[in-house]
């Protein structure tokens, strides 16, 4: 089961999520509302009883992601991470729990939202098998998405 995770203010009839709905009609993208908490208990309802998630995740849908793989690492298959949140004082895991999940992230270098230099390291902490890639954008990546190698991002 693919699932996009839009982010804060994001939804699923946003460009991304319109993007990918478009690419793969059967990929799961619902709409999130409220605090992390409440988002969180939406996403794991979405997801209960779900085994080889692949899990996409913009920004506050990629803190989300990184939460869900920490709580559920024997089900989450994948990982996608677009300029992840992982620097909001939201994420209060434990970064000593390191995930051997395949994880991509990428990040604009013109990000001042989720700085690569705020959200690399943290990554780095957590994601044992982790692709990093910096590109020339800004957080929303709006030069950026359309052009990356979906098919090897998503592929099983």
Do not use: C
Request: hydrophobic share 45%; no cysteine.
């Amino acid at each position: 089961m693919r699932i996009f995770l839009h982010g804060l203010e994001g939804s699923s009839k946003g460009t991304k999520a319109t993007f990918l709905s478009d690419l793969y009609p059967e990929m799961e993208i619902p709409d999130f509302a409220g605090n992390l908490s409440e988002r969180m208990a939406s996403l794991h309802a979405i997801l209960a009883g779900q085994k080889k998630i692949m899990l996409i995740g913009s920004s506050f849908g990629g803190l989300m992601a990184t939460i869900f793989a920490m709580d559920h690492p024997d089900v989450v298959e994948r990982i996608v991470l677009l300029a992840p949140a992982l620097n909001f004082p939201e994420f209060s895991h434990d970064r000593t729990q390191r995930l051997d999940i395949p994880t991509w992230m990428i990040i604009g270098g013109d990000d001042t939202v989720t700085p690569a230099t705020d959200v690399v390291p943290i990554a780095r902490e957590i994601f044992k098998n982790l692709h990093y890639d910096e590109v020339d954008d800004d957080h929303m990546l709006a030069r950026t998405f359309r052009k990356l190698d979906w098919e090897t991002l998503l592929s099983w």
